[in-house]
């Protein structure tokens, strides 16, 4: 599945090829449903460490065993996440239905572009404050995964086309290893979890200066 239009992937970015693990989030109210900091936290620890119970989940973002047992019936109640398994309140088990999601502020019903718009704010804020603690804790890491992590920035001469071509060339690679998000017996001994942020973006606009 490709997009003509310009969309954020959240959380963990997927492929766009991948249509049965990725889901497509296109109306206002449940990307509003998304824009909150304790449901896109537990998604993305559901995602790094699921299965989870409220309880273990607030052990992992700082929560209340009671908020996060809330937040896990509202995602459920969008689709997000299911029961893993049968077990008493906070005892029971939530797992992620889909690996990632896809939305797009790019759209002709203003009430989705908004909405999109301050999902996608909130999500770049939580990566970027994620790369901020990785720059400032960098030396505790082995040197090996100091020297493996890369900052790389560039610049493209191409076309509408060609960017899209090259995006889905690089999210061809990322799915290579998507797998490993929900199967953990895929993963290479030694892995660990890797953030991989990209951005591109015209930096003058149509007829500008050369």
Request: a negative charge; hydrophobic letters at 40%; glycine letters at 6%.
């Amino acid at each position: 599945m490709t997009s003509d239009r310009p969309h954020s992937e959240t959380p963990l970015t997927a492929n766009v090829n991948s249509a049965s693990e990725l889901r497509d989030v296109n109306d206002p109210k449940t990307l509003r449903a998304l824009t909150h900091p304790v449901r896109l936290a537990l998604l993305e620890a559901l995602a790094l460490d699921g299965p989870l119970t409220a309880t273990a989940a607030g052990e992992l973002i700082g929560e209340s065993p009671t908020t996060c047992s809330f937040h896990f019936r509202q995602l459920a109640k969008y689709g997000f996440v299911e029961e893993a398994d049968a077990g008493p309140g906070r005892n029971r088990p939530w797992k992620i239905i889909n690996v990632g999601m896809r939305f797009s502020d790019v759209t002709e019903d203003p009430e989705t572009s908004v909405a999109a718009k301050s999902l996608e704010r909130m999500v770049f804020d939580r990566a970027m404050s994620r790369l901020a603690g990785f720059i400032s804790s960098k030396a505790s890491f082995p040197k090996v995964w100091q020297e493996a992590s890369q900052n790389i920035e560039t610049i493209l001469w191409v076309t509408p086309a060609e960017l899209e071509d090259v995006t889905h060339e690089i999210l061809g690679i990322f799915n290579r290893f998507l797998d490993r998000v929900s199967d953990s017996s895929a993963r290479s001994e030694g892995a660990l979890p890797v953030e991989a942020l990209m951005f591109t973006y015209p930096v003058r606009l149509p007829g500008g200066p050369q």
